[in-house]
């Protein structure tokens, strides 16, 4: 694998992949972050994509941060919502991660994304910060802003995750 800029300032020095089944029964979910934090995993392939990163985890939280671009503008010139709210579902559902034990895996069940401000290229670099409000058994609640250099707020969003074994994952 060779490295790959996810966009200006962020390197993935890896490359882009994803994160080996069997990794997930020997370490936690939060170590499974704080490996592709510290670049001991490929960046997912659609961080490349959409140019952001994960930046920051610990227990219950999730930073990721982004760059809007040219790439990403809808037919009328603004960054498509689209965007946001992959960025959001990331720190969501990452934030929910944070907590799994060894050989749990999660699932996005349900997802719902206020869209507060216009983003376009100009905004640069923008925050997304995810936190769980509650983690069940099966199931966990977390909420997420995004906001730019400035600390305004674009949109925020909130996420429920089904948790489930991993070998889940390989059933179908």
């Given at each position: ?11 993935s020095l890896l490359g882009v992949g994803t994160i080996p089944h069997e990794d997930v029964l020997r370490f936690t979910g939060l170590e499974l ?140």
């Amino acid at each position: 694998m060779s490295e790959v800029e996810l966009y200006p300032g962020r390197v993935s020095l890896l490359g882009v992949g994803t994160i080996p089944h069997e990794d997930v029964l020997r370490f936690t979910g939060l170590e499974l972050l704080q490996r592709v934090v510290d670049n001991k995993y490929p960046a997912p392939p659609m961080a490349h994509l959409l140019s952001f990163a994960l930046t920051d985890v610990s227990a219950g939280r999730a930073v990721f941060r982004g760059l809007p671009g040219e790439n990403h503008l809808n037919p009328l010139g603004g960054v498509h919502g689209g965007w946001a709210a992959t960025l959001l579902d990331s720190a969501l559902g990452c934030a929910v991660q944070t907590l799994l034990e060894k050989g749990e895996a999660y699932t996005t069940a349900e997802f719902k994304v206020n869209l507060i401000r216009p983003i376009t290229p100009r905004t640069g670099e923008v925050v997304c910060e995810g936190k769980v409000i509650h983690r069940g058994r099966t199931l966990a609640v977390s909420e997420a802003t995004l906001k730019d250099g400035n600390g305004k707020l674009l949109a925020f969003g909130t996420e429920t995750c089904s948790i489930f074994p991993v070998a889940n994952l390989a059933a179908r």
